[in-house]
């Protein structure tokens, strides 16, 4: 389940007056500025309802003190029943106790996300500059650049507000929830909205949305490894604890975070939020995501404009502080440049393009998670999935129950048959299959107790009653029960299993794989009459009874798609716990190539660097456990890939963490869909290839918004180094360069609408500096060289008229730099090959035009623009005609030299 904790609400009842707390973080944290004083005023004007001292008594005791005490006690302590709470009282709660979600996790109302687009340190260089102007007395300048900034501060908070709302929208389509008691009645809710003294009810699959004191327990283990670090399932039951001095003994208490792989329960809630165990670890075991391929492509180039930047702006500003006397001047000249040189709009570009483009994957089918997973899914060349339901049709049926002479035997679909009925783990679509195949009378039996699977023993096991006789009937992997019998059912007879005797089971069970059956083997035992208590311990001289064999057919048109996908540059790798017979059959069914088999008992026999030179020639990877998966997906990353993984299972979700893109299904389990980065509504490929094509078109449009403000950024540098040096005035005034910013960024906005051109998104794309770099110093130079072109035409007409220079330059910059995504954005040649979307078209034009009539405006004298002659503008529309074609030209030059993997 959606899981963790409210810090926020409990932060400001514990420093509900003490401003000096709230008031000395942002000097300490200073990117958190705007959120401590929200908070502030979140604190002095929201009111707080006193909490009853008996709740308040109940919120400070510990777990160890509520797992000594009895169920019902408990319940009454926090003033519940097993009914559960009234609605009223569980709203009153939430305003005593907070949502139950981490600080964190908080999601910022409008305000702070307007409030946050001030913390970007240009902005606030720009408004100290301005309180500095105003106290120079220059009032205009200072208004304009304040004008300028707040108008960039609400575009960009305008759009990326609205984008982030689509998104969110989406999200909240598989939003985990709680089964939960209210009013007598049992209720879906989400797990913000879990308050102290809710009645949960638990099953497996489930996530544990809070911490919480068991009430009624059936065969209830929980895999609680992220917290305590055990290896194995621990069992939860509702008897006291006597003496608890680790939380493991805590066999009472159920942790936020942790998820049950079987049986079912009725609990509790103690504690929520920062309050759980999870939550006051929270800094140790929360960090931020790992980077998948893109963010640390994005981080990349930030280095690299960073540095830079800082080096162009720090020589500019001390150069004319020296030369000019100016410092004021200077300084603000310096800071307008490094807006104009820096693509600050490149957050909010990203924010739309994966927000659209999330709601296009919506419509195919796929539910994106985390947006910046989107690029990375256009990015993936390999995807690592299981057969079941993405090659096969999930639609699995029973064929054969046989003796372990290989015919068809009652006694064996008996036993399969107690064993799924009675088993309370994950229910799996082979027990479906065994229940569902036809009715069987188990009326004379009485389950005693269960042993649940694990994916170590690969088998689980159930104890059933009748009349007196106990017997455990074993059911899992062959190879496994094969490892704990030590005879054979044959005629009712039981005989020791020799080494022959085994391989002609294990012949025939082979034989079963290579037909394309999934097989599970059968085993009993006859217990002791007087044993209650059962564990894997018990799990040794089995009797073998037989097999039941499954079906689960190919998919009629995988093979279209997996061609499709191959088409794209996606290799698939098809990783299970199935053996290798059954699933080379299937991948043979649907077309898939096999160039190799690795067995899971044999990949620890490999090193790291040898496993990466094996995941390179294997295409299935069979008899898996999770742990054997996760190794072969940072091989593969470690080799250069982006990889996605598809899973729905409790095994699955280290793997969906693991690798770049996890991507669950709707019906799977809670703790997969939560470390999913996208869900799909149906499991299979198909939609998959859908998801891709928009994967590649947001990070198209993005590297469009990149490619385009290097080539002319990188060239603003040297353009306006060379003015600082040669010219006796500034080329610009910061007004002018904010203003031309501004107009540049708005016409961009609507890149993310942009078409992308087919051959762009035929192939998997990454994130490469190297090329970036080339780029760069290829078109940049070319941007610079018409810049002093300009500069000699302005200069030569208006030696001594700066305001006449700057007004010419300024509309030969803007029209270069906002007119050359049109040669930047394809690889076409010519451009005109490949048509924009009208919204980009428009925007573009429309943004040249409007900037181009400023010197004829009444606020032209504002901006110290002046109107130019018909034939200055002439030359001017000329150069900026004969860039577009040089550029055009050395982009022809460039793809035929660098190989183009953007």
């Not at 709601?359 to 299981?386: E, R």
């Not at 027990?431 to 188990?442: C, E, L, T, W």
């Not at 059968?522 to 064999?549: C, N, R, W």
Request: net charge neutral; glycine share 6%.
């Amino acid at each position: 389940m959606h899981i963790v904790s409210g810090a926020i609400y409990s932060a400001n009842q514990k420093h509900k007056r003490d401003y000096k707390t709230w008031l000395i973080l942002p000097l300490v944290h200073g990117r958190y500025f705007c959120y401590n004083i929200w908070n502030i005023f979140f604190i002095i004007l929201t009111p707080k309802p006193d909490m009853p001292a008996a709740l308040q008594a109940q919120q400070l005791q510990t777990l160890a003190m509520f797992a000594s005490q009895s169920a019902e006690s408990v319940v009454t302590a926090w003033e519940s029943s097993r009914k559960g709470l009234t609605k009223n009282e569980a709203d009153r709660r939430i305003q005593l106790f907070g949502p139950n979600t981490l600080a964190r996790e908080r999601k910022a109302g409008w305000l702070f996300e307007l409030l946050s687009n001030f913390k970007n340190p240009l902005v606030i260089v720009l408004l100290f500059a301005s309180l500095l102007s105003f106290g120079a007395g220059q009032y205009v300048d200072a208004s304009l650049v304040l004008g300028i900034v707040f108008m960039s501060v609400s575009l960009n908070f305008f759009q990326e507000h609205r984008a982030n709302k689509a998104a969110e929208k989406l999200k909240a389509r598989v939003a985990t929830t709680a089964t939960v008691l209210r009013d007598g009645k049992k209720v879906e809710l989400p797990i913000l909205d879990l308050v102290p003294g809710d009645i949960v009810l638990l099953s497996a699959g489930d996530l544990a949305p809070a911490d919480m004191r068991v009430l009624e327990s059936k065969d209830f283990f929980v895999n609680q490894s992220s917290l305590t670090g055990e290896s194995f399932p621990a069992e939860k039951s509702a008897d006291p604890v006597e003496k608890a001095e680790e939380i493991t003994a805590l066999h009472n208490i159920v942790f936020l975070g942790t998820n049950v792989i079987s049986g079912s329960a009725m609990a509790v809630v103690l504690k929520t939020g920062s309050h759980t165990e999870f939550g006051k670890i929270a800094k140790k075991l929360v960090g931020e995501s790992p980077d998948n391929d893109f963010t640390k492509g994005i981080k990349h180039f930030s280095v690299l404009i960073l540095r830079t930047t800082i080096c162009f702006v720090l020589f500019i500003f001390l150069f004319n502080a020296l030369d000019k006397k100016d410092i004021l001047q200077s300084f603000l000249f310096a800071v307008a440049v490094a807006v104009g040189l820096t693509p600050e709009l490149l957050p909010m570009i990203m924010s739309i393009t994966m927000a659209s483009g999330s709601i296009k994957m919506a419509k195919h089918g796929v539910i994106v998670k985390k947006l910046t997973a989107i690029p990375s899914f256009g990015s993936m060349d390999i995807l690592c999935t299981d057969k079941t339901g993405t090659l096969t049709e999930d639609k699995i049926t029973l064929i054969k129950y046989e003796d372990t002479a290989g015919r068809m035997s009652d006694d064996v679909l008996l036993h399969a048959y107690l064993n799924s009925s009675h088993q309370t783990g994950i229910r799996n679509p082979l027990d479906d299959a065994v229940i569902g195949f036809r009715p069987v009378d188990i009326s004379a039996y009485t389950k005693v107790d269960e042993i649940p699977f694990d994916f170590f023993r690969k088998k689980m096991s159930v104890v059933v009653e009748q009349n007196g006789r106990h017997v455990l009937i074993t059911k899992g992997a062959p190879e496994e029960v094969f490892k704990s019998c030590s005879c054979y059912c044959k005629e009712n007879a039981c005989i020791a299993m020799d080494k022959k005797v085994l391989q002609e089971l294990s012949d025939h069970y082979h034989e079963l794989s290579r037909q394309g059956f999934r097989v599970l083997a059968i085993a009993t035992k006859e217990m002791p009459e007087h044993q209650k208590k059962y564990s894997k311990a018990d799990e040794t001289d089995l009797q073998l009874v037989g097999f039941v064999a499954f079906l689960d057919p190919a998919k009629k048109d995988v093979s279209k798609v997996l061609q499709q996908l191959e088409q794209l540059g996606i290799d698939i790798k098809i990783i299970t716990g199935d053996n290798e017979f059954v699933t080379r059959k299937i991948c043979e069914e649907v077309g898939l190539p096999i160039k190799g088999v690795l067995l899971g008992q044999d990949i620890d026999a490999l090193t790291d660097d040898a496993l990466r030179i094996v995941v390179e020639r294997t295409t299935i990877f069979a008899r898996f456990s999770p742990d054997e998966k996760n190794r072969i997906i940072n091989a593969l990353r470690l080799n250069g890939h982006v990889v996605g993984y598809m899973g729905d299972g409790i095994n699955d979700a280290p793997s969906l963490k693991a690798a770049d893109v996890g991507i669950s299904v709707s019906n799977g389990v809670d703790v997969a869909k939560e470390s999913a980065d996208m869900v799909l509504t149906h499991k299979g490929l198909r939609e998959l290839v859908d998801g891709v094509m928009e994967g590649r078109k947001t990070f198209g449009n993005t590297m469009k918004y990149v490619m385009m403000g290097i080539s002319s950024n990188f060239g603003n540098m040297f353009s306006v180094l060379g003015a600082v040096l040669f010219l006796p005035y500034l080329p610009m005034l910061p007004v002018q360069i904010l203003l031309n910013n501004f107009l540049y960024d708005l016409s961009q906005i609507t890149i993310p609408s942009d078409s992308v051109d087919p051959d762009y998104i035929s192939r998997p794309r990454k994130w490469d500096i190297r090329f970036i770099r080339n780029f760069m110093f290829t078109f940049g130079p070319v941007s610079s060289a018409f810049d002093f072109l300009t500069f000699y035409v302005l200069y030569t007409a208006f030696p001594a008229a700066p305001a006449a220079f700057r007004t010419g330059w300024f509309l030969e910059s803007l029209a270069t730099q906002t007119l050359v995504i049109h040669i930047i954005r394809t690889q076409h040649m010519p451009f005109v090959d490949s048509r924009p979307s009208k919204r980009l078209l428009l925007s573009t034009v429309a943004i040249v035009g409007i900037g181009w009539l400023l010197p004829y405006s009444p606020i032209a004298g504002y901006l110290q623009m002046v109107p130019l002659p018909p034939s200055i503008l002439g030359m001017l529309a000329g150069i900026v005609v004969c860039y577009l074609a040089v550029t055009e030209m050395a982009k022809r030059w460039f793809y035929k030299k660098h190989t183009y993997s953007m």
